[in-house]
């Protein structure tokens, strides 16, 4: 399992730092990953890690404003985001890959969290 938290109401410009810790019997030995979704339209890719936690990739409209980064030691992975826009406004989903590099692919994803809203406010 999968428990994402770290989600709130923030105004535009603001910073958020999201958490999603997996349980004992979460295999984590692979990449892992955050995705959004608004109402109404399909689950997106944001970023991605690897296992190591040595490489990353991002989602063009959050490239250089979200860092992705994980604990191995704490089975943990985090997404900071800095300045959030109102488009940002989603539930935000953590993901465990059936592989060591991922993708951005949501087939590619078998363990999902249960989500977290982030509202950005204008």
């Known amino acids: 399992q999968l428990q994402a938290s770290g989600g709130g109401l923030v105004q535009a410009g603001g910073s958020l730092r999201l958490s999603c810790a997996a349980s004992?019997?979460?295999?984590?030995?692979?990449?892992m990953a955050w995705f959004r979704q608004v109402p109404g339209k399909e689950r997106e890719f944001v970023a991605v890690i690897n296992w190591r936690g040595d490489s990353t990739y991002y989602a063009d409209s959050v490239k250089g404003r979200f860092a992705i980064s994980r604990d191995n030691a704490k089975g943990t992975v985090y997404l900071q985001m800095n300045s959030l826009k109102p488009g940002d406004t989603a539930v935000y989903f953590c993901?465990?890959?059936?592989?060591?590099?991922?993708?951005?692919?949501?087939?590619?994803?078998?363990?999902w969290g249960q989500g977290t809203q982030v509202t950005v406010s204008s």
């Open positions: 004992k019997r979460t295999n984590t030995n692979n990449a």
């Open positions: 993901a465990v890959s059936r592989s060591a590099y991922g993708g951005s692919s949501r087939g590619g994803y078998n363990y």
